[in-house]
Each structure stands twice: as structure tokens, then as C-alpha cells.
């Protein structure tokens, strides 16, 4: 997502007039859905204030702030468990069949996301779409598996019925992918977006998601190592 802030009112936001409040400002505050790339596109030619986005490493041109730290996971449905091993290997993810997710050809941005990472483990890719929605619909009908991470899979389990999915974490082969709010470097942001970073910022430090993989009904890869209690 990424956004643009053209006036405000005041610093401090939200605001809520008194009646004797000096007449409104109008605002102009513009989202628009985006990919990584097209953010980042954006926010070097100084289109934009800032982005959210997520990226498995940062790029170097804009400064950011992260809030989520999200996990890869193997979507796939249930009746193909017995096909994969509960924590797959390298060869067992090339066996796969796939449904991927496809984005502009030769683009370097492409070397941040979790589609990059993941391209030397798809090697047998039935279809490409541009849309994590259709993705799902498509591995949800025994069509291929889907790569993905816990951010993705989350937002998407209210938009459709999913119990004949499972997920099998891939933390152990993959980067974890990080959201948070990008800057470009040496940027001067107004007070009015400043205000409105800093109503997104409080707000996502409220948000915890519950992991997708701790849920009892899905398969777990990796297991989480416990540490020995002091004597």
C-alpha cells in the first residue's frame, strides 16, 4: 500500500474540530494498492510520502520502519500431506507443483520478495497469475501449492472458506519476510504526514497476529527448538 498526503489540518491527527475552530483545510490523502516494486518505483520518483510493503531484505534507498515479521509457508491441501514430509526438504519443494504468483520480468526489485527467494524451489509452475486471492482459489482446488507468507495467507482467510487447506512452515529454507513503513532517504515529510506515520505507527504496534501454524488444524515444518532451564 501506498500513500500520499497532499494537506492536513494539523499535526496532531485525528482532529476533531470545537465550534471555534478556524474553518477546515480540505485534505487530500491518497491510497492505492501496489506491489513492492511499484511502491519503491513510487517512492524514488518522489510520487509518494510513504509505503507499506514487505520485503525479505531492504533495499538500501529508502529508510524503514518494521512492524511484522511474517514466516514462508507451503500452502497446500490437505489430501496432498501425504505427498510431502512435515518438514520438506530443498528436493521435495522441486517435486511440487505450483501456482505462482508473476510479476514484471527483469525487474531488480524482484531480488527483495519472497517470490525471488522462492523461484529456485518452484521449478514446475502450472500457472502464473498476479493476484494472491486467485492463487488461493486455484490451490484450494488441487490445482498446484503456493508459496506464501503468514501476512498473505492471513489477510486472505476472511475472503474465502479455506478448511481444505493446510500450511507447513518454510522458515528453515526461506527468509521471513518484513513488513513496515518505507521513507526514501533524505525525504522531508510535512507534519501532516508525519501525523498520519505516526497514527499508522500506534496502530500497528497494536497489531499481533496470531500464527497461521500454531493453529491445531494446520501442519507445522520446522519445529521451534526449547531451551534447557538452568539448574
Known amino acids: 500500500m501506498s500513500i500520499s498526503v497532499c494537506r492536513f489540518l494539523s499535526p496532531s491527527w485525528p482532529w476533531t474540530p470545537?465550534?471555534?475552530s478556524r474553518p477546515l483545510i480540505p485534505t487530500s490523502i491518497h491510497i492505492k494498492r501496489a506491489l513492492s516494486h511499484e511502491i519503491l518505483a513510487d517512492l524514488k520518483e518522489s510520487r509518494l510520502d510513504f509505503g507499506l510493503a514487505g520485503f525479505t531484505d531492504m533495499p538500501d534507498l529508502e529508510v524503514v520502519e518494521i512492524f511484522l515479521k511474517s514466516r514462508p509457508?507451503?500452502?497446500?491441501?490437505r489430501d496432498m500431506l501425504d505427498h510431502v514430509p512435515n518438514i520438506p526438504t530443498a528436493e521435495d519443494l522441486k517435486k511440487l507443483p505450483y501456482v505462482a504468483f508473476h510479476e514484471s520480468p527483469g525487474d531488480s526489485i524482484l531480488s527483495h520478495s519472497l517470490e525471488q527467494a522462492s523461484?529456485?524451489?518452484?521449478?514446475?509452475?502450472c500457472i502464473s497469475v498476479n493476484n494472491n486471492h486467485i492463487i488461493m482459489q486455484f490451490v484450494n482446488r488441487g490445482l498446484g501449492c503456493a508459496i506464501l507468507d503468514e501476512v498473505v495467507v492471513g489477510g486472505l482467510r476472511n475472503w474465502g472458506k479455506w478448511d481444505n487447506l493446510a500450511m507447513i512452515s518454510l522458515d528453515h529454507l526461506l527468509p521471513t519476510v518484513l513488513y513496515g513503513i518505507l521513507v526514501r532517504h533524505?525525504?522531508?515529510?510535512?507534519p501532516q504526514a508525519q501525523a498520519l506515520i505516526s497514527a499508522l505507527r500506534?496502530?500497528?504496534r497494536e497489531v499481533s497476529p496470531k500464527s497461521l501454524i500454531q493453529d491445531e488444524s494446520m501442519q507445522t515444518g520446522k519445529p521451534r527448538r526449547t531451551r534447557k532451564r538452568k539448574q
Open 18 to 20: 470545537s465550534p471555534t
Open 119 to 125: 523461484s529456485a524451489y518452484m521449478k514446475n509452475v
Open 73 to 77: 509457508l507451503l500452502v497446500l491441501r
Open 186 to 190: 533524505h525525504k522531508r515529510l510535512s
Open 202 to 204: 500506534s496502530h500497528l
